[in-house]
């Protein structure tokens, strides 16, 4: 694929808007970072998305809207405080976290009912997303490992060849990541303080309280973060892998597996949830206190086949992972 450096001329960003409405990715610049774009509606767009930036399927994407009004099309039941910090804070440097939409596909949060939603302070960006007339996802337009990219030519470098075009916007400012709110809880819950501090945050809505390592919230137990594994023949091999990923990071993980699966992990920690899936499903919590108590950073739980006991044993694990399937 040939990839087109576009200057962000009115006639450039409605071809890139009709790019995205086929299905195509378009880099552009937002007040934080370059977001890769894709139209959120779009699974196949969305899924090429991740493949592009090698961005692991567990880690859902931010969901970009040009105007207020539009936050209704992308998420429901949104509570009070909410609509509070979309008047004062967007466009800007806040994202929240909604109940989803219908419309918003599962591979945008990977899996949970959960949307995260911003409005991009940028210009270029605003009247790209305003064309296209649908919700834009927005990750950063790098590969998954690399640093975020501030310049056009750092989006090239990266991804030249694979997406479709990217609008110059010139140098975008660093580092400031938007603050991640959740509205649904009460005191609401800041799981990334970001562009908004909590200080305004406070003063908006009251008080607030704030996420351990921008995962689980201080009050809620389990502590650890939770993952599971999709259920396949040798899910073992690929859960090893993430077991070693996360320890290699320093992460004190654990796995929880049958009883008849304990040999394939060797040496790695693990707790046993019993011999079929009504025994993992009467023990699974028990194991998440026992894991918490231990101080584990990490429980990666075995997938499981969603047939009987199987599928409601998805439905929590899905729920208590906040749907982070490795
Ligand atoms: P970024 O990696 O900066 O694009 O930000 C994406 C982050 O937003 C994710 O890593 C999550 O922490 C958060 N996020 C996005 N979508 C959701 C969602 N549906 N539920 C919870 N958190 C989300
Ligand atoms: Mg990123």
């Known amino acids: 694929m040939d990839t087109q450096l576009l200057q962000p001329t009115n006639e450039n960003i409605m071809r890139c808007a009709a790019k995205l409405n086929g299905g195509g990715l378009v880099a552009f610049p937002t007040e934080t970072v370059y977001a890769l774009g894709a139209v959120a509606t779009d699974s196949a767009a969305v899924k090429r998305l991740y493949d592009v930036k090698k961005r692991p399927s567990d ?34 440097a806040l994202t929240l976290l909604l109940d989803k939409a219908d419309c918003i596909p599962d591979v945008v949060t990977a899996g949970s009912s959960t949307v995260a939603v911003r409005i991009p302070n940028n210009p270029i960006a605003l009247k790209l997303i305003d064309l296209v007339r649908k919700p834009v996802v927005v990750p950063s337009a790098n590969t998954s490992s690399k640093p975020s990219p501030t310049l056009a030519s750092h ?56 996420k351990r390592d921008g995962k689980k919230s201080i009050k809620y137990v389990p502590q650890a973060d939770i993952l599971f594994s999709a259920f396949y023949d040798n899910m073992s091999e ?74 409601s044993l998805v439905n929590r694990l899905i729920k208590i992972s906040g749907g982070q399937i490795i």
Request: with cysteine; net charge positive.
């Open 155 to 210: 989006v090239a470098d990266d991804l030249k060849g694979k997406i479709d075009y990217i609008l110059d916007g010139g140098e975008s400012e660093i580092g400031i990541e938007s603050t991640i709110v959740d509205t649904r809880t009460e005191p609401p819950t800041v799981h990334r303080v970001g562009g908004v501090t909590l200080d305004k945050l406070k003063a908006a809505i009251g008080d607030v309280v704030v």
């Open 59 to 92: 880690n859902p994407l931010i969901v970009a809207v040009s105007k207020k009004s539009a936050i209704d099309g992308v998420a429901k039941n949104i509570p009070q405080k909410a609509r509070v910090l979309i008047e004062k804070f967007m466009p800007g």
């Open 238 to 311: 690929n859960i090893c892998r993430k077991y070693d990923e996360l320890a290699a990071r320093g992460r004190k993980t654990v796995v929880l597996c049958l009883n008849g699966n304990k040999k394939k992990y060797g040496d790695r920690a693990v707790f046993t949830v019993g011999k079929d899936y009504s025994e993992y499903a009467h023990n699974l919590f028990a194991r998440l206190r026992k894991a918490d108590a231990e101080r584990y950073d990490a429980v990666i739980a075995e997938g499981v086949e969603p047939k009987g006991i199987g599928e």
